[in-house]
T-cell receptor, first 115, second 114 residues
């Protein structure tokens, strides 16, 4: 089991550019979550999917953010256009069963810096 | 909605000393409670969880936590810490009514002093 795989590990981009973050969940996991971690706000849930369908995107900060899950083994989080305040570590996590009592399995994160 | 408060943003502790990391939660319904640990440059991993039953929960790496409903607390403890315990620790809560979302606290950075 390779765990949740995120790419890239680090991304540095200029304000206004499009950024795409990628995630491969653990095989067989039906739930996928995108979190953002900042010093000021801690860990925030942006969006989560169940069986590739977005269930709750109420944490997505604004229309510049979008997330897709075209199949069970791949998800993207896109920011267009990016802004300096988007600088953060973005985590993808997956879960194998329904119910919050099941543990989340996190990737190692993508550290995004927008200059 | 639930919320979690971790009052201590940083806790320095001497090696082999005991440690307690504090967590208080707020919820109008029954909850599940979790502690996750984040080692440098890694994602979070589950340390322990309280779902129901015994209020004292044991986790990995010698950590344990006690659920106190009257004080709405779920403090994490370890009797003797090691250098390898240096990490950030997150308390998290969810309701037990089928809500898939987990709400995290802002984290406590544990630093072990040799």
């Amino acid at each position: 089991d390779a765990g949740v795989i995120q790419s890239p590990r680090h991304e540095v981009t200029e304000m206004g550019q499009e950024v795409t973050l990628r995630c491969k969940p653990i095989s067989g996991h039906d739930y996928l979550f995108w979190y953002r971690q900042t010093m000021m706000r801690g860990l925030e849930l942006l969006i989560y999917f169940n069986n590739n369908v977005p269930i709750d995107d109420s944490g997505m900060p604004e229309d510049r953010f979008s997330a897709k899950m075209p199949n069970a083994s791949f998800s993207t989080l896109k920011i267009q256009p990016s802004e300096p305040r988007d600088s953060a570590v973005y985590f993808c996590a997956s879960r194998g069963q329904a119910g919050s009592n099941s543990p989340l399995h996190f990737g190692n994160g993508t550290r995004l810096t927008v200059t | 909605a639930q919320s979690v408060t971790q009052l201590d943003s940083q806790v320095p502790v001497f090696e082999e000393a005991p440690v307690e990391l504090r967590c208080n939660y707020s919820s109008s319904v029954s909850v599940y409670l979790f502690w996750y640990v984040q080692y440098p440059n890694q994602g979070l991993q589950l340390l322990l969880k309280y779902l129901s039953g015994s209020t004292l929960v044991k986790g990995i790496n010698g950590f344990e936590a006690e659920f106190n409903k009257s004080q709405t607390s779920f403090h994490l403890r370890k009797p003797s810490v090691h250098i390898s315990d240096t990490a950030e620790y997150f308390c998290a809560v969810s309701d037990n009514f089928g809500n898939e979302k987990l709400t995290f606290g802002t984290g406590t950075r544990l630093t072990i002093i040799p």
